[in-house]
C-alpha cells in the first residue's frame, strides 16, 4: 500500500504567514540591505537568492520601493518564466517600464504569448508606441488578433477590462466533451466557468468548473448549467461594471456585442484591479496626500472594507 510522505522543509525554506504590508516590509528591507553590499558579486548573489525563495507576487509589490535601475535586477534574477510573467503582471507601471527598457523584444514576445490576452494589453500599454507596434507585429497571428481586438476598445471600459480567451460550448455538448477540450487547451486560463452558447453565440448559461467533477460525464451541459442575469456591452464604463458586479457578487460577466454575441468575460479579479487603478487615479487627482483623500468617497470606502 502507498503511503504518503510529507517531506520536512529544507533550511532556507520560509512559510510565510505574514499579513502582505509587514511581508512588504521585510522584503524592501532584505532588498535593500542586498543592494547595499560591498561588491556587485555580492549584491548579486543576495538579490538571487531573495529571487528565488520569495513569491514573485510579493516581489512585485515591494520593488516599488527601489530605485529604478534595481527593479531589472531582482526581475533578471527570478527562477522561470511563469515567476516572470507573475511579477510582471503584478507589479506597476513604472517598474513594467524600468524593466522593459532592459528587456530585449525576444523575451517581451514570449511573456506576451504565455500570459492572458487582457494582461497582455496592460504590458504593451506601458511601451512606446513604436515598441508596441513592433512587438504586435511579431506575435503570433492568433495572439496579435486578440490583443488588437481588446486594444480597440476604450481604457477605461469594460471592453478593456475583459478576457477574450474563454471556454464557450453549445448546450448539447456532455460534460466529458468539455472537460476533454479544456484538458486540450491548457494555454486557455480561464479555466472556473463555462459558458453555453446557443447557435448565434449568445450566452444562455454557465457552469462552474466544479460541476465537470461532481457530474456524470455523459450529461449535457445544458443540464448543470445556470442562468446568466446580467451582462453588459463592451462600451459600457468600468465604473458601471464594478457597480453591477459587487451588487450582485457575480464572478463572471459576459460581454456581449451588438449582436448580443458573447465576445469577452470580465472576472472577480478584473474588476478588483479596476478598483485598484480607480483609487490610484483617485489619489493622484486629489494630489496623493493622506490628509485630502476622504473616506467618505465611495470607492474609498469600498477598498478600506476589502483591506
Known sequence: MDTE????????EQVVTAAPGHLDDVLMDKLSRAFHKETFEVQLHDVAK?????????LAYAVSHLPASARHVVYENLPDLEAKIAFIINTGSNTRMAVFRHVPDEELITLIENMPPDEG????????DRRLRSILDNLSIKRAN???E???HSHSSAGRMMTNEFFAFYPQTTIGQ???YIRDNPGIELTRWLFVVNENREPIGFVPSRNLIVNSKTLPLKQVMQPILHTVSPDVSREEVVDLVERY???ALPV???KDQLVGIVTYEDVVEAMEDMADETIAHMGGTAEDICEDDPLIMRLLWRA
Do not use: Y
Not at 510522505?5 to 532556507?12: G, I, L, Q, S, V
Not at 494589453?121 to 512606446?128: A, I, S, T, Y
Open 50 to 58: 531573495i529571487s528565488i525563495e520569495h513569491d514573485p507576487i510579493d
Open 146 to 148: 486578440m490583443i488588437r
Open 178 to 180: 468539455a472537460a476533454e
Open 256 to 258: 456581449i456585442d451588438s
Open 150 to 152: 481588446l486594444l480597440k
Open 121 to 128: 494589453v496592460w504590458m504593451l500599454e506601458d511601451m512606446p
Open 5 to 12: 510522505r510529507h517531506d520536512e522543509p529544507a533550511p532556507d
Open 249 to 251: 457578487k457575480i464572478p
